[in-house]
């Protein structure tokens, strides 16, 4: 390419669109790479924003870009490796970043394609309190369209990238990609190491003057007055940095705003969805009488674009927000980060007025990252998808999730001893802190998996080892009490005086800046757990206990459930074995009877094999252990629950009749009789009880050998019909071996004892000759591979059908002979 002086912007722009079209993936990145070595900050400006969308793809979802998401090293191995180097945080993309980062340039992002809350919010003028979204918020001029973020290179960068997982998770994905292994998720933790590190500061970035300070972005007043949801105040960081003596004597007290503002930018892209409900609830008090008199209002006049009406911001903020499994996959990621980030906090000094004096702005960030930044955020966000989340196997991805949240004792540097290594590691106290302060994440959701639980076929082995996971986490040493002493402290009675509790309780701002003026200090643990959930939930809040009798009595219902469950798995591994124990040679000329009449319902585990089922048989009893160690469950009532799914079985081996109750009408299933019905833990013995010729055509019997067959059969019993009574009426051997082929003891047992099939006299009961098996699909092979067997030995066809008939003979003298016979009923 040409020198810079040679260039113009419009046609440095013109000519990377055209090599997008002419040029390889590996090529055009090796010439955007000497671009942004060679050409000044000025003419890069023009070209940021195109290059942006063209990685990332639009915000509307129409251009894909380089599609990340699918992009993987073992199908794509060198424009994978090409994208993460240019994209890796000290690659030729964030070179450019920085480069115009130094120049203080400024791009408009959309506020339209904010989350619905935010969005809502600003178009109402009321200002969020994160504040990501400060002195941001640039009004159109006349006629424009809409409100837009002025943001500085790296927001805007992190912008595109965290919001393509959610704008372009429409884009066809191929079944065989595993999002954990794409590009995407691949960037995303090297962005997450690079900018939250574990050991170490984070890397000065890549620049000609290394201790140079990137500037912020410059304040600018808004059009419009805004009302702020919360107090902020002056930069803690700003403040911190200016009493320094020198500014490049801590290079990370200039690059800490990078980690604040990614982490912002993924909690607000990722985490910030949820209805109009939920976003109240997390405001205090006096911000929801702020947002009250400026509805109340709103006819007042304002320049720039008029507020939404009511209806529409209802609208606005609930959103229809589905989130998807490689979604959750990434926020999982960032919570498995962020607990090691937090976790590699240095110790604090013995005085503490040292520690005021000498700790980093990094290691305050570690202190308080997750409870300032993500608690809320991901507590709704875990909520929303234990309400929404559909009843199947893909829920696992959240039930990770959450449970990587629950355990950050699995990311701390320590290691367990060896000798410890085969017993249950036991929780240690000092997690009990974060345990309280997140009380709720134990507890209110663990009540919401149990209700998904109760709604589930735990006889499914995918179901059984979710409800297996949860109870093996509950059930580590010690974890149990400590969620049930930060129940207690919450029960505890306030003792303290009013005005204090007023102002403990005020919602706190969670979601804003690291650097906005830090909460009064509590000591009281009980209230620290109060203030936990009054927060997230409101202080009208009725709270639910986990070890309480309501919830005991869903864990004894769960229990019950799987009792069920493995009983299920039991006669279904049976079932299957009776199945092809009978399949033997002559077995494949005549159905059994549960064949023909559908009286057996078959679940996944059929496919599955006796493998899963065993599986699944042990996942509900170590589950079924767990649940008892958690919540000291009577084992005398265990052994008698136990004791009656054991026994819900006939002589016969057939499971029970589904709940149900007496009433004048008959029986009449009650909420669990429906539920057993429905997983197929319990059914009806429902059989077919017409004339077996006029049954529907199944699919695996050829329709038109039925039809034929069936007026073959019906010529031959209507001209012999006779001849076949008589022989039937003999009492001699001859007499035995027509009454068992000729007639069918099932059918006729029940014409003596039920009125209503006595009353059908147009129905041809008595003796005759069914063909019907002919057509199935199973007897025509069988009756082929006899033939080309046949003809392989030289016997002919004639022979064959002598064989058949032969061994078909023996077979009915051998079965008649084992028959008690049946006896005309004398009328």
């Known amino acids: 390419m040409a020198g810079p002086h040679l260039q113009q912007p419009s046609f440095l722009l013109a000519t990377l669109k055209a090599d997008c079209v002419n040029k390889p993936f590996a090529q055009r990145c090796h010439d955007l790479e000497t671009v942004i070595e060679e050409f000044p900050a000025k003419e890069l400006h023009s070209i940021f924003p195109w290059l942006v969308e063209s990685i990332f793809g639009s915000l509307d979802g129409i251009i894909v870009g380089w599609n990340l998401r699918c992009l993987q090293g073992r199908t794509n191995p060198t424009e994978y490796s090409v994208a993460l180097d240019f994209l890796d945080p000290s690659g030729p993309m964030m070179k450019l970043v920085y480069k115009l980062q130094a120049e203080e340039y400024r791009y408009d992002f959309p506020v339209s394609y904010l989350p619905g809350p935010v969005k809502a919010s600003i178009q109402e003028q009321v200002l969020p309190e994160c504040s990501l979204y400060h002195n941001k918020v640039q009004f159109p001029s006349s006629g424009g369209l809409g409100l837009n973020l002025a943001l500085n290179p790296f927001e805007y960068y992190m912008f595109y990238f965290a919001i393509s997982l959610i704008t372009q998770k429409n884009s066809p994905i191929a079944h065989h990609i595993s999002p954990s292994n794409s590009a995407y998720f691949i960037l995303v933790d090297t962005y997450l190491k690079c900018f939250l590190p574990t050991e170490g500061s984070v890397l000065p970035p890549p620049s000609s003057n290394p201790g140079g300070a990137i500037p912020s972005p410059t304040p600018r007043s808004p059009a419009v007055p805004f009302t702020s949801y919360g107090m902020h105040h002056t930069s803690l960081l700003k403040r911190h940095i200016a009493h320094q003596p020198s500014v490049n004597a801590d290079p990370a007290s200039q690059e800490i705003w990078r980690s604040e503002t990614l982490l912002q930018i993924f909690v607000e892209m990722w985490l910030h969805h949820y209805s109009l409900e939920m976003y109240q609830k997390m405001q205090s008090p006096h911000v929801k009488l702020e947002v009250l008199h400026y509805r109340l209002s709103i006819s007042s006049k304002h320049h720039g674009s008029p507020a939404q009406s009511s209806y529409q911001a209802l609208h606005a903020y609930q959103e229809s927000f589905k989130p998807t499994e490689e979604h959750v996959l990434v926020v999982r990621l960032l919570v498995k980060h962020l607990h090691a980030f937090s976790n590699s906090l240095k110790p604090e000094p013995l005085s503490p007025s040292a520690h005021s004096h000498t700790a980093s702005p990094l290691e305050e960030f570690k202190r308080v990252v997750i409870p300032r930044f993500v608690q809320q955020k991901l507590y709704i966000f875990l909520q929303h998808c234990f309400g929404h989340w559909p009843l199947d196997a893909s829920f696992r991805a959240v039930l990770e999730m959450w449970l990587s949240y629950l355990q950050p004792w699995r990311y701390a540097p320590e290691k367990p001893p060896q000798t410890a290594e085969l017993l249950p590691r036991s929780v240690s106290e000092k997690w009990a802190a974060f345990i309280q302060e997140n009380l709720l994440m134990y507890t209110k959701l663990f009540v919401g998996f149990l209700n998904r639980a109760l709604r589930t076929d735990l006889v499914s082995p995918k179901n059984a080892l979710m409800v297996f996971r949860v109870a093996k986490v509950f059930a580590q040493p010690n974890l149990a009490e400590m969620i049930l002493k930060g129940e207690q402290l919450f029960l505890e009675p306030e003792l303290v005086m009013p005005h204090r509790q007023h102002r403990l309780f005020m919602t706190p701002t969670l979601s804003g800046s690291f650097f906005s003026s830090w909460p009064p200090t509590i000591t009281d643990a009980s209230f620290k757990v109060k203030s936990h959930v009054y927060s997230l939930e409101g202080q009208d809040f009725q709270y639910k206990q986990m070890f309480g009798t309501e919830v005991r009595n869903l864990v004894l219902k769960l229990a019950q459930l799987i009792c069920q469950a493995q009983q299920t798995a039991k006669s279904i591994s049976d079932h299957s074995a009776e199945t092809s124990a009978s399949h033997s040679f002559f077995s494949w000329f005549k159905f059994t009877p549960s064949e023909m009449n559908g009286s057996y319902t ?112 019906s010529a031959l019993n209507e001209r ?75 016997i002919g066809p004639v022979g064959c059908t002598f064989i058949i008939l032969l061994g078909y003979f023996l077979y009915a003298v051998i079965m008649t002979f084992f028959y008690e016979g049946w006896k005309p009923h004398e009328h």
């Open 602 to 713: 078959g679940n996944d585990l059929d496919e599955i094999g006796q493998d899963s089922i065993k599986k699944t048989d042990e996942y509900l009893e170590k589950a079924l252990e767990y649940l008892c160690q958690i919540f000291k469950l009577n084992e005398a009532q265990l052994t008698q629950m136990m004791m009656k799914c054991g026994t819900a079985q006939d002589e016969n081996g057939k499971k029970q009749l589904p709940d149900c109750i007496e009433s004048e009408d008959g029986l009449i299933l009650t909420p669990l009789g429906r539920y057993q019905m429905i997983n197929g833990l319990r059914r009806f013995e429902v059989q077919y009880q017409g004339d077996t010729e006029l049954q529907p055509i199944r699919s695996y019997e050829n329709a038109t050998l039925v039809r034929l067959l069936f007026r073959l059969s």
């Open 720 to 794: 012999f019909a006779d001849q076949m009574d008589v022989l039937c009426s003999r009492e001699d051997f001859v007499g035995r071996f027509c009454r068992y082929h000729l007639t069918n003891p099932h059918i006729i047992q029940k014409i003596r004892y039920s009125p209503v099939l006595k009353d059908r006299t147009n129905q041809n009961w008595g003796p005759r000759i069914s063909l019907r098996f002919l057509a199935s699909y199973r007897t025509l092979v069988s009756l082929l591979m006899m033939y080309f067997i046949a003809s392989w030995f030289y």
